[in-house]
């Protein structure tokens, strides 16, 4: 189970470490909770304008997301030609 309160992440009860990036992408991922979002979403959602990214460095921040979730009954999950989706254990299927 993950929590979010006061700005950081607990992880099956202990802080989970995450850059600013990590964050908002898991904000945005845990409001939207079962419901697919794009990475072009998730790009205008997390990235300012003044940011020099492109939307595929998404994949990067959720790869990285994914590696730190290892472990736990929280899973984000892509859903071919639609987006992510963060889903716990019992949800997936």
Do not use: C, W
Request: hydrophobic content about 35%.
């Amino acid at each position: 189970m993950i929590f979010h309160d006061e700005g950081y992440f607990l992880l099956q009860g202990q802080p989970l470490a995450l850059t600013p990036r990590e964050q908002a992408l898991l904000t945005v991922l845990m409001y939207r909770r079962t419901r697919p979002v794009s990475r072009q979403q998730l790009f205008e959602q997390v990235f300012s304008l003044n940011d020099e990214v492109s939307p595929e460095s998404i994949e990067l921040y959720i790869h990285r997301l994914r590696k730190k979730l290892q472990g736990s009954d929280v899973r984000i999950t892509t859903l071919r030609g639609l987006g992510y989706v963060l889903e716990r254990g019992d949800e997936v299927g």
